[in-house]
């Protein structure tokens, strides 16, 4: 199919490569070797998602494993709801026993709803990532500028006033953004987020408060895609996380620091007959010199202070 004359005047970024200007494009194996604290090989960054799924969700475009059946859908509220009354439990209890910690993402809604899981956050002093209201809320292209400024800074206000913390990261719902959505988060104070999942590292992202960066939050090893939708087994889920980590394990001894970002649903990892085969996959990990269990935070805050 031929394209026509106004391809390029109706979509003025359209160009070769890349089709805007949030970042520059680089080479990974080109750029200089990154040094953890205490030259520890790599950063060990485990994502915990504490989601809100509302019973009548009514989203502006399709949720991914979202709602399918007619309301009310208790099947698949209750399963998502497990994750936060039971499964996330198992999974700190985990990361205690290991002296692991996490960032964990939340909908502000849930924090609202649950208080008792950001005390739990706290308690640890572990990081908080805003993950928009809940997850009947996504961000979308097309969505009202004005609207989606209002709903970014209510989410943080809301996020900020009941745990105390700056919040410094944003993931999206879904990971689903707007053109506009970098912009309004750096705005309001956001430091990184979480949605492009095209980097090992973080790297340098435009937006029109300033330079943020964009954290390598990866889609690969997320549990919920790898033993929901693709229904691979908990042993092949665990062959997943060790391969991954002995290559940047032995990658890191020639190019610097890594970053092994490991993405946990509660609901789905939680479960009492999976957890066991998360806690193998983490020992294995942990078994290793030279790595680091850090928050968002602190891997960028280490990153960005490299001389």
Not at 33 to 44: M, Q, T
Not at 237 to 263: C, H, P, T
Not at 278 to 287: H, K, N
Request: negative net charge.
């Amino acid at each position: 199919m031929s394209l026509t004359d106004d391809y390029v005047t109706k979509y003025p970024r359209r160009q070769h490569g890349m089709d805007h200007d949030r970042y520059a494009w680089s080479q990974l194996h080109e750029r200089p070797n990154v040094a953890w604290p205490n030259g520890d090989r790599v950063a060990l960054w485990i994502v915990t998602q504490l989601q809100w799924f509302p019973l009548d969700m009514k989203p502006a475009v399709p949720v991914p494993a979202g709602m399918a059946r007619p309301y009310p859908d208790y099947w698949d509220y209750t399963l998502r709801d497990y994750g936060n009354r039971i499964g996330v439990f198992r999974i700190f209890k985990v990361l205690d026993k290991l002296g692991l910690k996490s960032s964990v993402a939340i909908n502000s809604a849930l924090a609202d709803m649950y208080p008792y899981l950001v005390e739990q956050v706290n308690r640890r002093s572990w990081e908080l990532i805003a993950n928009g209201l809940d997850m009947g809320h996504p961000h979308y292209g097309g969505m009202d500028e004005g609207e989606e400024a209002a709903l970014i800074k209510g989410v943080l206000d809301s996020l900020r006033e009941l745990s105390g913390q700056p919040i410094r990261g944003w993931l999206s719902p879904i990971r689903s953004e707007s053109m506009n959505t970098p912009d309004l988060a750096a705005a309001e104070g956001i430091d990184y987020i979480c949605d492009w999942a095209n980097d090992d590292m973080p790297f340098a992202f435009k937006t029109k408060s300033g330079v943020i960066h964009n954290m390598p939050h990866t889609m690969e090893l997320d549990d919920q895609q790898i033993l929901v939708t693709l229904r691979h087994t908990e042993q092949e889920y665990v062959d997943q996380l060790k391969d991954q980590f002995d290559f940047l394990y032995a990658e890191s001894e020639r190019r610097g620091g890594r970053i092994m970002a490991i993405n946990l649903n509660p609901w789905v990892t939680g479960q009492a007959y999976r957890v066991k085969s998360l806690e193998e996959a983490l020992s294995y990990i942990v078994s290793h010199e030279g790595v680091w269990s850090a928050t968002g935070s602190e891997i960028l805050d280490a990153f960005k202070g490299q001389p």
